[in-house]
C-alpha cells in the first residue's frame, strides 16, 4: 500500500505560480511510477503530467506544456508539479497518483493507476 498526501493548492491570480507537492509513504516511492491529474466540476479526471521512476521520462498534457513542471525526489518520497503562468482554465481539484512500474516509463491514463491521494484544490481566478 501507498499512501498519498497532496499539499500546496490555494487561489492565485491569473498568471501567478503554485507548486503542488505529494508525499508518498508505505512501500519504496523509487519503485513508483507517478502521475498528476486534475477534475474540474462536470468533466472528467484528466491527465496533467507523469513522471517515470527515475525521472528521466516526463508527460505533459498539451495545454499544460511549458507552464507546468512535473519532478520528483526519490529520497524524499515527494513529487512535485510546479505551475506557472496559471489560467483560469487550469481551476481544478488537483490529485497525484502512483502504480508500480514495471519499466521506465511514464503512464499517462488514470486507468493505470493504483493508488490516489485525497485531491487538492487548485483556484485561478481572473
Known amino acids: 500500500q501507498v499512501q498519498l498526501v497532496e499539499s500546496g493548492g490555494g487561489l492565485v491570480q491569473a498568471g501567478g505560480s503554485l507548486r503542488l507537492s505529494c508525499a508518498a509513504s508505505g512501500r519504496t516511492f523509487s519503485s513508483y511510477a507517478m502521475g498528476w491529474f486534475r477534475q474540474a466540476p462536470g468533466k472528467e479526471r484528466e491527465v496533467v503530467a507523469a513522471i517515470s521512476w527515475s525521472g528521466r521520462y516526463t508527460y505533459y498534457e498539451d495545454s499544460v506544456k511549458g507552464r507546468f513542471t512535473i519532478s520528483r525526489n526519490n529520497a524524499k518520497n515527494t513529487v512535485y508539479l510546479q505551475m506557472n503562468s496559471l489560467k483560469p482554465e487550469d481551476t481544478a481539484v488537483y490529485y497525484c497518483?502512483?502504480?508500480?512500474?514495471?519499466?521506465?516509463?511514464?503512464?499517462?491514463?488514470?486507468?493505470?493507476?493504483?493508488?490516489w491521494g485525497q485531491g487538492t484544490q487548485v483556484t485561478v481566478s481572473s
Open positions: 497518483a502512483a502504480r508500480t512500474a514495471y519499466s521506465d516509463s511514464y503512464y499517462p491514463q488514470p486507468r493505470e493507476y493504483d493508488y
